[in-house]
């Protein structure tokens, strides 16, 4: 199984940037397409952005531009830049990966979640 262990969220003024990370750990062979999500209060998860395999990268319309997402391999690890954060990007941010596992069988994870909150 893989746990997903995400880091980076806080507190930031309008503008402001912020890099959240989502590292992946435990038993698997290999670790496919990466992905970001983000869930306001009251609202429905939305994606955000996404990283495959291959480094391809894709961007929801309301973050591009402004956001960057990649991956770092060796490290299992993925990181979301922020950057001219805006009010209504505050939200919970949840890093998703599908990858392979030892026997074969293909999984997706979540991980559990940090708050990014824009606000002066």
């Known amino acids: 199984q893989v746990q997903l262990v995400e880091s980076g969220g806080g507190l930031v003024q309008p503008g402001g940037s912020l890099r959240l990370s989502c590292a992946a750990s435990?038993?698997?062979?290999?670790?496919?397409?990466w992905n970001w999500y983000r869930q306001a209060p009251g609202k429905q998860r939305e994606f955000v952005a996404t990283?495959?395999?291959?480094?391809?990268?894709g961007y929801a319309d309301s973050v591009k531009g402004r956001v960057t997402m990649s991956r770092d391999n060796a490290k299992n690890t993925v990181y979301l830049q922020m950057d001219s954060l805006k009010p209504e990007d505050t939200a919970v941010y949840y890093c998703?990966?599908?990858?392979?596992?030892?026997?074969?069988?293909?999984?997706?994870?979540w991980g559990q979640g940090t708050q990014v909150t824009v606000s002066s």
């Open positions: 435990g038993s698997f062979s290999r670790i496919g397409t």
């Open positions: 998703n990966v599908f990858y392979t596992s030892v026997t074969g069988a293909i999984f997706n994870r």
């Open positions: 990283v495959t395999d291959g480094v391809n990268t």
